[in-house]
Each structure stands twice: as C-alpha cells, then as structure tokens.
C-alpha cells in the first residue's frame, strides 16, 4: 500500500454494503432515508456493535437532493412552506437556482454548547460592520440530511429541548443573545444509547419513529469474517471501497428509486385499519405510532420496487415501531412480544 | 406536511375553545394539554393555514430574556449614539397570536412575567440602561406535553381556558387519521375565520345575566376553586360560546362547557378519603363531592329555597328543582370525571407524582445562558458586551470596527435545571433479614426510585454489612438495571455502622468534588443496631454515633429511614440527631411517594 492510498482513505467510513449482520438496524436506517417523515431511529446497544460505523457508512448511499445554491440552511428548492426568508425572497424574485446536493451525516458532539447547536450572533461581523448578522449552527447543517446524535442519552437536558422543538416544528426559530431569525430545520434523527449509561427522558424517546436494539454477534463464524473484513478495509481503504463499488451503487440507486415511487404507493384502506389495529391491540396512545407504522410499511413497499402495501409489509416492520412504545415499567427493558402482532396480521382478511 | 384545519378530526372541543379564545378581546390565553402525539402542535399550526390566525409568534424554548422583553437596539446604537429599545418577541406579537409548544418545559419565573405582562397587556422594560413600556396585546396558545414535568399551578391559573386532549380508542377515527396523513392537504376552504369574525361582532350583544354569574360562582365555590380567574373565565366563555352559536342568550349548554375549560387546570382533584364507604367510584371528582355537599346545605335550608330566577331549559322535577348551578354541575361532573380519570392513567402509567417541588435552579457554566451581569473572570457575554459599549462607539470615535473596552465586559450567567445525587445506603446485615423487613426495605427503594426517575435524579446504591461496605451501583441516571441489583443484594451478619457511615462521607466528598454542581442527598435504611467498630473494644453503636456527628451535613442532605420494627426507636432518633437526618419510619415511606416528597425538598 502507497502512502498516498493510505492518505486518501483515511477519513473515509467502512462500506454500508460490508457491514455483517445487523440486518434489523440497518433495514430502520434505509426506511428512514427512503420516507424521511417517519421520524428518525434510536438505536441501542452494547459498545462496539457496529453502531456508529453503520450510520456513518450512510453517507456513501445517501440520495441526491436539490436545494438552494449558495444557502447555509441548504433550503429544499421545492418547498416553499418551509424556506429561510432569504430563498423565499429569491423564490419570489425567481432567481433561485437549484443545485443538487448529496444528503450528509451531520454529528452533534454532546459536549456542543447550546449556541453551537441553535446557531447565534456573528461574531467577528458584528465586531467589523457594527451590524447583526445571524451565523448557523449545528440545526442548520442539519436541514434535509440525517443529524447524528451518539451517546443521546447523555446529551444535556437542555440541548435535547431543542432538538424536540426543531423536531417538532421542523424549523429552528432562535431568540436569543441580540438574534431573532428562523430557518427550516428538518432532519432524520438518529441517536445510538448504551442503555447502561443512563435511560432516555421519555419524551425524546417519543419522538423517534424507530427504535432498534443490536445485540453482539455471537457467531463465531461471522466474528471472525467482522474482523477479517475490518482488517482489510483498514490496510487498504481505497482499493477495499473499490471492490464493493458496485454493490453501493446498486444500493443508492434503489434508495434512490424509492424515494422517487414513495408518493404513489397505494395503500388500501384494510392495510390502514390493520395498523390500526395493531397499535390498539398493544394498547398504545396517540398517533405518532401509527403513523410511523404506516409510513414504514410505505416505505418497505417502495424500497422492494413495489406500486402496493400489503400485509406482508407491515408484519415486517412494525415490530421496529413498536418496540420502544411499549416500555411500561422503567426498570425493565422493552417487553416486546410479537405473537400480539402475529395474531392481528393472521385474523386480518384482506 | 401539516394537515389543513378542516381536516383534522375529532378536536372539536379543542377547536372551539381556541375560537372562543379568539372572540373574546380580553382572554388572554388557552392551554392545550394532552399526551404525546394525539395532535397538540398540528392543531396549532393549522390556525395559521386556516387563516384563522395571521402570522404567529413563536417563542423557541431557549429564548433569552431579552429577546422576549426586548434590550438595547446595538445597530441603532452604534450608528447614532442613541439608546433605543430593540425589536421583541412581545413587541412583534402585538396584534397576532403568540404560540408555545410544550410550555411546561419553560422556565417558571420567566414565563410568570411574561404572562403577568400579557395579561397587563403592557411590558415594562428596565434594563441596560433603558426604562420603557410599550403595549402588547396578544394571546397565547401553548401546549403541555402530560408526559413530562408538572405545569406549576401558578402558571396555568394564568390561562383564561384549558382543553385536554384525550387519546382516542376508536379505529375508525384513528384509520382516518392515518389517511388524513398520508393524503395531500387540500386546498383549505373551511369558513372558520368568517364564523370567528362574525361571533366577535356579535359578542356585545350577548347579555351575561345575573343567573349566570350566580350559577358560575356556585359551581366555583362547589368546587372550592381559590381565586376568582375561573370565574371570570367561565362567564367570557359562555359569553363567546353563545356568540360563536349566534345566540344572544346564553345557555346551560354553554354555561357547562365554559365550566369544564376555565376549571380543569384550576381545579384540584380532591384525593379519596379512606373513611369513605367502598363501593364509591374509585375516581371521585371534585364535583360529587360538592354535588352532596350541597344536598345537605338544601335540606337544612329547606325553608329558605334559593329565589334564582331561572328562565333557560330548566327541567321540573317532581321532588324539588334543582338550581341552575346545581344542573350545571350535573353536566360537568361526567367530563371532569374523565378528565380525572385521563389524568390518573397518566400517573399510573410514567410513575409521576405530582411534581410539586420547586425547581430549583443552580449556577452552572455549562447551563443554559439566561442573563448576564459586570465582568468577574466568567465566561465573556458577547452579545450583552456589546450592548454596553455599543452607545459609546460614536463618542469613542470608532470607524466601522467596534472599540469595545474593558469596563464594556460582562459575563453570562448560567443556570441549570440542578442535578440532584441521591445515594441509598442500605443495611443489609441479618438482623434485617431475621425479621423479613429487607422485603419492604426494597420495595420502598423502588417506590422512590420511580420517582427520582421522573425528575431525572441521579442514584446511587451503596449497601453495608459485616463482610462488605461498598457500592453497588454507581451513581447514574439509568434506573434500568436497579431491580436486578436489589434482588441480588447479598445480606450477610453483623452491622459495621460507623464505617459504613465513614465510607459513605468519604465517598461524597469525592463525588462533589467531580460533580460540585450536585446537590446530595443521603438515604440511609438501617435499624441502627450497630455490632461491629473500628477500634477494637469501642462499643460499636456510641462509635457510630461519634462518627455521624463529623459528617458533612452542610451540603449534604442526610436522611434516615428507620427499618427495625422495634417499639423502642431511641437508638434510630438518637443516630438521626446526630447526623443531623431527617428521621422516618419505613413503614411511613413505603408507598407514600407524597410524604417522600416533602422530605425530600431542601
């Protein structure tokens, strides 16, 4: 291996397509960037599962955008409703000029101070010219791509508040430290836990559409095929992502049709009443699951290609909806039991 | 996508209320309360699509002060030398609606002045040089998330109205909302804006007799509702009810459901009297109690039946009639009684007590930055650090770049929610098992730790007997596997009390000095019978009792829970002095998170 190769790699992440195993979390991540609106995943487990590596390798097959040439908020060109005041008044103007942009992994680090995260006051600008000038933060990087949260559960209460506030209304609106200006902010969530470290507040816990949990890998065969892969990757990163290249251009180029049939996947009404059903039968309050159920089974239709939900969907992503929904008592773990899904799906006609 | 106004479903009572809050000029605010997800914030929102409400306000969570009140306006400054008062959220919310998602997440102290300046319908600013008011009148919608932290009472009394929205059950009605979701939002040509508009024209016309008052201030007084924001809140709510319906005259109807959303949040839910008979309903609201309450006042007064003239839809009852009030209350016992029913689930299913200590807020640098104050080796206020020197750029001669100058430094004063540690230290030697009581011992452990979950407390468990002294969880906010620890909580002989003592003083002042922000607290649960000392030949009890009194127990807060079922209890009450410790019985703590409560507050 040249130097150079080595130079070239370094930074760059393991391959999505590579990753062993882990087929449940990484299913919940390609649903979420499939129908961004499902609401983001909380992954939990152990130290060294592949957590961090599986969101990171997201990055290489992560869609096309268009947005706003020249925008920090990096504003989607074909959604008015939700533009920061400067692209709107281009949009108006018609000089708005679209660009495409690919989707990136943005990281919150959780020693971010609350500036940082909301964004504030410029600086240096307000030194120099004497007049106000907003500079954004971590919440702007973050519009239309995938905010990245390790360690959720250890984030400060009061950056999580913000986090649930852009979450919620999909744009940041900052009042503070002499600023007052607002700018879309709407991002897939995605925050990994070590449930050891400390329990997630449960409203935060609320808000993500999915939660999943990765267990180690107890198969010594796959272990060792981990390590092997990982050590290859490691000496030669270039060649190691040239090898797979195809295989992830295969991948991004699915996502990237699915998100384009998304809008008109049919979905009957029975597939509708079933999700409803489930989430009853598991006794769970508000709407928020049922949606995120909807919308993953959507979502798994048009990743496989397919124009119509069916049965066979939903059954095979519910269980990542429910999961972390139905946590009653705070001392144990999920109690998740599927037969309750097993039963609505085998007593639903279609 | 945000669904259209007209499209969302099943909110009626909700939607009504924001419309009577729109009518009447002079209600200020409503609540919207509710659990995750049943479409809190949709609805909100919606307004603005609707065109029911023009260009909202919205007040982000981590607004500073002078954002919401207004400050010095620095590009003014700087460029004319003049001291001007900048732009606000409140001055901007003049005229238009001001919007709060998840309110009971804000800081109470600002949100009291705030809505105290609202109401006033004038801010008063007196900062950095500036002393000025200016009118502002708005109306506040805010939500309340039930699953998080209490709303203190102090600030929903300041909501004229408050609606709950209950999670629904109907497959139909949730089926809908699903398509609802996954539809694209029609064109919206609902005509709400026009009824709105055509119920505030008519609003003078409605005439607020004196039955209704009367029947308002009795159902108050019934309920033993303190103050008289209900009252007045009820009548302009029946007013704007019966304009919204076109109606001159108000009826019971309106009267009852302009009951039910100017008490809900001021109402509080009587707790049941063990004394009572069993075969009462098991949530008994206010309103039954009243009901009866009532009954006996009518029979003693038979003779002076209350003269009200009642003209509206009273129905003649071959007993006796019932007064306007009474009828009223007969309308809203049912809706409280869900209401309270609703409320009850919540509790039971996330474990929250009603949250009734203060939150109290410490100075932290890595808090959230609130205010600012002169430079004393803090961390360096920009934006209030330009404030200040900002109307001195013009005489300091400064030519585009700004001179700012040491006295023009100030620092940020943090705050954060305090984080509180709290470390159970539990005897685990024999004697406790001989008697059976380590069952208890336990289970109260996991009573308070339910709660110290919810507020987000950090715990620790540390456990003492002959044969081991040390901790068995780490201090953390995960109460996940505390269960597990208990049950393999090993007991063994003997009682080393003054050591365990010792061990636990040792280890805080570690803690704080790794946490200094904490604030600590003790639990210890023993029998106080101590058997074994650290010098040899001492008697281990007065050594124990010799340790306690060199503890901290000024920044720490000691408590002992007494475990032994003995009569004779001096032993405990005498460690507990020494200690300086609350001291309890276990059998007072068990369950009763509400006693918990108090003792725990500093």
Redesign the interface.
């Given at each position: 291996m040249t130097e150079k190769a080595a130079a070239e790699g370094r930074g760059r992440s393991f391959p999505f397509v590579r990753i062993a195993g882990q087929d449940e979390m990484k299913l919940a991540l390609l649903l979420n960037v499939v129908d961004p609106s499902i609401g983001g995943v909380l992954i939990t487990g152990q130290k060294g599962t592949a957590k961090s590596t599986t969101v990171r390798a997201l990055e290489e097959i992560l869609p096309e955008r268009t947005v706003s040439k020249g925008c920090q908020f990096g504003c989607d060109v074909s959604n008015p409703e939700n533009m920061c005041e400067i692209c709107r008044a281009k949009l108006e103007a018609g000089t708005i000029e679209p660009v495409s942009k690919s989707m990136r992994v943005i990281e919150l680090p959780l020693n971010a101070t609350e500036d940082r995260v909301s964004g504030t006051l410029d600086v240096e600008y307000m030194l120099t010219h004497g007049e106000k000038k907003f500079e954004g933060g971590v919440l702007a990087q973050a519009n239309g791509n995938i905010l990245y949260v390790d360690e959720v559960n250890l984030l400060d209460d009061h950056v999580v508040d913000l986090l649930l506030d852009s979450a919620a209304m999909g744009r940041n609106y900052v009042e503070r430290e002499g600023v007052s200006f607002t700018h879309p902010s709407r991002f897939i969530l995605i925050g990994t836990m070590n449930p050891e470290e400390g329990s997630l507040r449960p409203q935060l816990l609320d808000r993500f559409g999915m939660a999943i949990e990765v267990g180690g890998m107890m198969d010594r065969k796959v272990r060792a095929q981990i390590v092997k892969e990982r050590l290859r990757f490691d000496s030669d990163p270039v060649s190691y992502l040239e090898s797979c290249r195809e295989e992830t251009e295969a991948l991004r180029q699915r996502i990237a049709n699915a998100r384009t049939i998304l809008g008109s996947v049919e979905c009957p009404d029975h597939i509708v009443d079933l999700v409803v059903d489930i989430s009853i039968e598991y006794g769970i309050e508000g709407h928020r699951a049922d949606l995120a159920m909807m919308r993953a089974a959507i979502a798994y239709a048009a990743l496989n290609g397919k124009t119509k939900v069916t049965k066979q969907d939903v059954e095979d992503t519910a269980s990542l909806v429910l999961r972390h929904r139905l946590q009653k008592n705070i001392f144990e773990g999920s109690n998740f039991d599927n037969s309750t899904l097993i039963q609505c799906i085998f007593n639903h006609l279609e | 996508?945000n669904p259209r106004y007209s499209q969302i479903c099943g909110l009626e009572e909700a939607k009504l209320a924001i419309q009577c809050l729109l009518v009447d000029p002079d209600m200020k605010g409503i609540l919207i309360k509710g659990?995750?997800?049943?479409?809190k914030?949709v609805l909100m929102?919606s307004l603005v699509d609707a065109g029911v409400i023009d260009e909202p306000v919205?007040?982000?969570?981590?607004?500073?002060d002078?954002?919401?009140f207004g400050?010095l306006d620095?590009?003014e400054a700087?460029?004319t030398g003049k001291v001007v008062l900048?732009?606000s959220?409140l001055s901007?919310a003049d005229g238009h609606i001001l919007m709060i998602?998840?309110l009971n997440?804000f800081d109470t102290k600002l949100m009291h002045t705030m809505m105290g300046q609202i109401i006033q319908g004038r801010v008063l600013v007196e900062r950095d040089g500036i002393s000025v008011s200016y009118p502002c009148s708005t109306k506040v919608v805010a939500t309340v998330?039930t699953?998080?932290m209490a709303l203190e009472r102090t600030i929903s009394d300041l909501f004229d109205i408050c609606v709950t929205i209950l999670?629904s059950?109907d497959?139909e009605f949730?089926?809908e909302?699903?398509?609802t979701?996954?539809s694209e939002p029609p064109v919206d040509c609902n005509r709400v804006a026009e009824t709105v508009a055509n119920a505030k024209g008519r609003l003078k016309d409605v005439e607020i007799t004196d039955d209704i008052v009367d029947a308002v201030t009795g159902v108050c007084t019934g309920l033993e509702i303190e103050g008289v924001r209900g009252d007045i809140a009820a009548v302009r709510t029946s007013r704007a009810l019966a304009a919204l319906d076109g109606r001159k005259i108000i009826s019971r109807e309106d009267v009852s459901t302009a009951v039910v959303l100017a008490l809900t949040h001021r109402r509080i839910p009587k707790e049941e009297d063990p004394e009572e008979e069993d075969d009462k309903p098991k949530i008994e609201s206010g309103f039954d109690k009243y009901l009866s309450m009532n009954h006996d006042r009518e029979e003693k007064e038979q003779t002076s039946e209350p003269d009200i003239p009642v003209n509206l839809n009273q129905k003649a009852s071959d007993e006796r009639e019932m007064t306007f009030s009474e009828e009223i209350s007969a309308d809203i016992g049912e809706m409280f009684e869900a209401i309270d029913l609703a409320d009850e689930i919540w509790k039971e299913?996330?474990?929250d007590p009603f949250l009734k200590r203060k939150m109290m807020k410490g100075e932290d640098r890595?808090?959230?930055?609130i205010s600012s104050r002169n430079y004393n080796n803090g961390t360096i206020?920009?934006?209030a650090t330009?404030?200040s020197s900002a109307p001195y750029?013009k005489r300091r001669g400064s030519q585009?770049?700004?001179d700012?100058r040491k006295q023009d430094l100030r620092e940020k004063i943090c705050v954060?929610?305090p984080k509180c540690m709290f470390l159970f230290m539990v005897d685990v030697s024999g004697s406790l098992v001989a008697k059976g009581r380590i069952r208890y011992v336990k289970a109260a452990i996991?009573a308070m730790?339910?709660d110290h979950?919810v507020r987000?407390d950090t715990v620790g468990i540390m456990t003492f007997n002959q044969g081991h002294i040390g901790i068995v969880k780490e201090p953390?906010?995960?109460?996940?596997?505390?269960?597990q620890k208990l049950v393999d909580m090993k007991v063994g002989k003997g009682t080393p009390l003054s050591e365990a003592i010792k061990f636990a003083d040792d280890y805080l002042r570690v803690y704080r000095k790794r946490n200094p922000y904490d604030i600590c607290f003790v639990i210890m649960m023993t029998d106080s019978d101590a058997t074994t000392s650290m010098f040899k030949g001492a008697d281990p009890y007065e050594e124990a009792l010799a340790v306690a009194c060199t503890v901290n127990h000024t920044d720490v807060g000691w408590t002992l829970i007494e475990t032994s079922g003995l009569i004779d209890k001096t032993k405990g009450r005498r460690m507990a002095e020494a200690l300086g410790a609350r001291y309890i019985l276990l059998d007072d703590v068990k369950m009763d998170l509400h006693a918990y409560e108090e003792w725990t507050i500093l």
């Open positions: - | 996508m659990p995750p997800g049943v479409g914030s929102r919205h007040l982000p969570i981590n607004a500073d002078s954002q919401i400050a620095v590009e700087i460029s900048s732009d959220i901007r998602d998840d997440l998330n699953k998080e999670p059950t497959r949730r089926a909302v699903i398509r979701n996954l299913a996330y474990n890595n808090g959230r930055y206020a920009i934006d330009i404030r750029q585009g770049r700004m700012i954060s929610d996991m730790l339910s979950y987000r953390s906010r995960s109460v996940g596997d505390v269960h």
